[in-house]
């Protein structure tokens, strides 16, 4: 549990670092390794981009990606899979432009 209290943190640093540089992300929340990222747009077209590159998430609440990595995911593993959200969030909020606004 002590890797998944330290691993879960970390994620949630780098979803963070995520919301201050995409304005679609309006919230970061969730729990050890399990977290979502609550958007201003609809996440469809996130979670396509996402598996079209490679990262397996799922969306709840039409505006939520939900992440659920085994608890045996490592630093390099979270970095790779933010990678991946940053560009297809960069992606996705171009293409919306005009919609993406900051609550």
């Known amino acids: ?8 943190s970390y994620f949630e640093r780098q979803l963070l670092g995520l919301q201050k540089k ?10 050890g390794v ?3 990222l609550e958007l201003t747009i609809d996440a469809q077209p ?10 397996l998430v799922n969306r709840t609440a039409e505006r939520v990606v939900r992440m ?3 608890f045996t995911v490592s630093q390099a593993e979270i ?14 909020a171009t293409r ?8």
Do not use: W
């Open 1 to 8: 549990m002590d890797h998944v209290r330290e691993v879960g």
């Open 22 to 31: 995409h304005s679609i992300v309006r919230e970061v929340r969730g729990a």
């Open 34 to 36: 399990m977290r979502g």
């Open 46 to 55: 996130v979670i396509e981009g996402a598996l079209n590159a490679g990262l």
């Open 68 to 70: 659920l990595p085994p």
């Open 79 to 92: 970095d790779q899979a933010v990678g991946m959200l940053d560009d297809v969030l960069a992606q996705v």
């Open 96 to 103: 919306s432009s005009g919609v993406e606004v900051k609550a």
